[in-house]
T-cell receptor
Framework: SAVISQKPSRDICQRGTSLTIQCQVD?????MFWYRQQPGQSLTLIATANQGSEATYESGFVIDKFPISRPNLTFSTLTVSNMSPEDSSIYLCSVGRGDSSDTQYFGPGTRLTVL | GENVEQHPSTLSVQEGDSAVIKCTYS??????FPWYKQELGKRPQLIIDIRSNVGEKKDQRIAVTLNKTAKHFSLHITETQPEDSAVYFC?????????????FGTGTKLQVIP
């Protein structure tokens, strides 16, 4: 499976500010995904990032709040904008295996705390 | 959209006993069912998966069964060990306009008591 890294691993931010999370993969992948995992909860898909096209957002998530970039086949960023304490969560990127998006492998996650 | 229900939410077993986690899904178009294990503070790790054309799959102490008609699938762990303690997530995957969208269950916290 691909080696996936995320930066930062954790951060504490003030409300009203923005944080950009980076996801780097050691091989080219077609699909990259961003998830949110609130404390003690399951994983919720925020959006799907396909290189060269606009990200596809799930119900309840909007581009103004969670802008995503996918400049190439090994890298993506997720920005959490105008943060509030409710945005405190773990944010995980995942990648599909090769050209398949069904089997997904996760990055180590970014633990975000908003004060 | 897809809805995946998972039971139980917590499960305690004695070391050496078996553990069973059950999930149901709603979308008959779902065709791929992965299971993930998440240890505290770690990323979810794929432990086993099954596709809709298969009824059962086994990998050492772990097995998964799928009943497409009833839309349910289960994870079976035999001879449990303390290192099996973690949160387990089932998931169902279906095509969503050109990519496979994975919907996760709510998770089962498994505790194996030595």
């Amino acid at each position: 499976s691909a080696v996936i890294s995320q930066k930062p691993s954790r951060d504490i931010c003030q409300r009203g500010t923005s944080l950009t999370i980076q996801c780097q993969v050691d091989s080219q992948v077609t699909m990259m995904f961003w998830y949110r995992q609130q404390p003690g909860q399951s994983l919720t898909l925020i959006a799907t990032a396909n290189q060269g096209s606009e990200a596809t957002y799930e119900s309840g998530f909007v581009i103004d709040k969670f802008p995503i970039s996918r400049p190439n086949l090994t890298f993506s960023t997720l920005t959490v904008s105008n943060m509030s304490p409710e945005d405190s969560s773990i944010y995980l990127c995942s990648v599909g295996r090769g050209d398949s998006s069904d089997t997904q492998y996760f990055g180590p996650g970014t633990r975000l705390t908003v004060l | 959209g897809e809805n995946v229900e998972q039971h139980p939410s917590t499960l305690s077993v004695q070391e050496g006993d078996s553990a069973v986690i059950k999930c149901t899904y709603s979308d008959s178009a779902s065709n791929y069912f992965p299971w993930y294990k998440q240890e505290l503070g770690k990323r979810p790790q794929l432990i086993i998966d099954i596709r809709s054309n298969v009824g059962e799959k086994k990998d050492q102490r772990i097995a998964v069964t799928l009943n497409k008609t009833a839309k349910h699938f289960s994870l079976h762990i035999t001879e449990t060990q303390p290192e099996d303690s973690a949160v387990y997530f089932c998931a169902a995957s279906a095509d969503s306009g050109g990519y496979q969208k994975v919907t996760f269950g709510t998770g089962t916290k498994l505790q194996v008591i030595p």
